[in-house]
């Protein structure tokens, strides 16, 4: 339910207020969830995430991981805006739109299918701007 997910919130927004600059370290935060969420008692602790992918990245890692995450978004995004290749600028639009819904439901922050997407997404736009035979954009 909802309310669930605003206490989950609220719990995990004083939590990264606790450890803001390093966070609790990769895959833990769960420990501290499991102990401050009644609908995560007595789950095991890598099952419990932040269910945000933004709030994920500062509670385990902080800051730092915070804006690491911020920056590939932007670079996603403004491939997407500026690449003269149409492919690449779908190609980044459907990685952007899964990266800004897993930030609001869920948490794929540890996840290498995330990473491994939006890497070659990015990859896929540095390509075409490496291969000037392509005057079409495709």
Do not use: K
Not at 30 to 44: D, H, K, M, S, W
């Amino acid at each position: 339910s909802n309310a669930v997910r605003v206490g989950l919130y609220q719990t995990e927004m004083e939590l990264a207020q606790q450890r803001p600059i390093l966070g609790y370290g990769p895959g833990n935060i769960g420990i501290e969830l499991v102990q401050r969420i009644p609908a995560y008692a007595g789950a095991p602790p890598q099952s419990a995430p932040a269910n945000n992918l933004l709030l994920q990245a500062v509670l385990d890692a902080g800051l730092v991981a915070l804006f690491l995450t911020t920056g590939v978004l932007l670079i996603v995004g403004r491939s997407m805006l500026t690449s003269p290749s149409r492919d690449t600028r779908i190609l980044m639009a459907g990685v952007l739109t899964i990266c800004l819904v897993n930030a609001q439901t869920a948490s794929l922050f540890w996840d290498l299918r995330l990473w491994t997407a939006i890497a070659l997404a990015v990859a896929a736009a540095r390509v075409h701007q490496l291969d000037p035979a392509d005057p079409e954009g495709r």
